[in-house]
Nanobody
């Protein structure tokens, strides 16, 4: 299993980005998938996750109402839609399935 994140970049405060996590195998319906982030000098933190059924999602309090996790089974891809971005959202964002992690994608929110 391999995970490849994409979609990061530089965005102004209040802007939006959509991150993608492409998986190499059909695992999305077997396991939950999560997004995490790690800012410089801070520990990695969970941001959002989606259950194997796709019917349940959970979010960190800091992103509730602004971020949305979704998936496309046919494309073996999980998305993280990020709206109303804040400078404190700046971090490297990673997706994971079980103990497998992608390489991360950098998100920078700055004017």
């Amino acid at each position: 299993l391999q995970l490849v994140e994409s979609g990061g970049g530089l965005v102004q405060p209040g802007g939006s980005l959509r991150l993608s996590c492409a998986t190499s195998g059909s695992t999305l319906e077997e396991y939950a998938t999560g997004w995490h982030r790690q800012a410089p000098g801070k520990e990695r933190e969970a941001v959002a996750c989606i259950s194997s059924s796709g019917r349940s999602t959970n979010y960190a309090d800091s992103v509730k109402g602004r971020f949305s996790i979704s998936r496309d089974i046919a494309k073996n891809t999980v998305y993280l839609q990020m709206n109303s971005l804040k400078p404190e959202d700046t971090a490297v964002y990673y997706c994971n399935v079980l103990a497998v992690w992608g390489q991360g994608t950098q998100v920078t929110v700055s004017s």
